[in-house]
């Protein structure tokens, strides 16, 4: 006998909240949370970063209490950034082991040393003209900067890192580093490839925040953000190359290709919801338009089911003060 009424009802698990927490297929945790901040030296007080409301430049006098707060806070992985103040065609300050990512890694780790320190290994921050490598001839050279890169690396594991994030952009850069570390004597500290990365407008408050000098683009090392093939190519290049952990960056405007990768690898798969997809959920909350709370979840919670196992946000540290 067929029924008058619908004989699927999906809506009997969704009746109260604990029948819909029993059948979430999704959720966060602190655990797969990593919290980017951004690390001045001879600054005296925090900076407020316009672009992004509530996130600040910290000064490095300042780092080790962060780095004890936001382990208390519950935080397990944090990427520093650092805002230079010594800057020069090459980035050498990246380079030397009293600069900048040397120093600010050293710090966290003795701060906190349950902290999984990533730093981001790149050198638009420490160069004078923005750019992500060495510029030879109007452009950046590829095989001088992942040269470069690979003792960036070992500058960063031997101040305590523990997994390097190379994001570049260069061809054969994960080969580089990973031989270069092998070679000093740190086989065992793992790269996090930002191995899917679009030459994307979302990077916006970021250049203010990590006070970019660069004019014009990075559209001749990253990627289209138009090609969904040459995005799974480019995850792919990095596993063959030994990258332990790949990474969609942008996140949001990207899950199908975090969908795409997660069914072509075996890695685990790291989203980046950068500076601009942050900026737009404050300005809109500020405006009154979303619940901040439920949309940063939202968010989140897609690149979770898109197939993404950690994700690196601005919102994390506020996410572990709300609690999850
Ligand atoms: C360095 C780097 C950038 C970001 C992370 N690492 C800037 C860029 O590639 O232009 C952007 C992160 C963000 O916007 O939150 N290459």
Do not use: W
């Amino acid at each position: 006998m067929s029924s008058r009424f619908p004989t699927t009802r999906l809506r009997r698990l969704r009746r109260t909240p604990a029948l819909r927490d029993l059948v979430r297929e999704n959720t966060l945790s602190a655990e797969h949370l990593i919290y980017p901040i951004f690390v001045e030296e001879g600054l005296d007080e925090p900076q407020p970063i316009n672009g992004m409301p509530g996130q600040y430049r910290i000064p490095e006098s300042q780092l080790a209490d962060e780095a004890r707060r936001l382990a208390a806070l519950g935080l397990r992985s944090i990427m520093p950034f650092g805002v230079s103040h010594h800057k020069d065609d090459i980035g050498s300050d990246a380079l030397s082991g009293t600069g900048l990512l040397a120093r600010m890694t050293r710090t966290i780790k003795e701060a906190a040393p349950e902290l999984v320190v990533i730093p981001d290994i790149c050198f638009c921050e420490y160069t004078t003209h923005g750019h992500c490598g060495v510029i030879c001839d109007d452009h950046v050279d590829n095989d001088i900067t992942i040269a470069n890169l690979g003792r960036q690396a070992v500058i960063a594991a031997a101040a305590g890192a523990d997994m390097v994030a190379p994001s570049a952009a260069m061809d054969g850069q994960v080969a580089a580093i990973r031989a270069a570390l092998d070679d000093a004597g740190f086989s065992h500290v793992p790269i996090m490839a930002y191995s899917t990365k679009m030459a994307s407008s979302f990077y916006g408050p970021f250049r203010e925040a990590a006070g970019s000098t660069l004019k014009g683009d990075r559209k001749a090392y990253q990627m289209d953000p138009m090609n969904g093939r040459e995005a799974l190519r480019e995850s792919l290049q990095d596993e063959a190359e030994g990258a332990d952990i790949l990474m969609v960056k942008p996140a949001m405007a990207y899950l199908d290709v975090m969908a795409d990768i997660r069914r072509h690898s075996l890695l685990p798969l790291a989203a980046y919801q950068v500076s601009g997809e942050y900026a737009m959920i404050k300005f809109a909350a500020q405006a009154g338009v979303i619940d901040e709370r439920a949309v940063v979840r939202e968010s989140l919670g897609a690149m979770r089911r898109a197939g993404a196992d950690l994700i690196l946000t601005y919102f994390a540290a506020q996410l572990l003060e709300e609690g999850l």
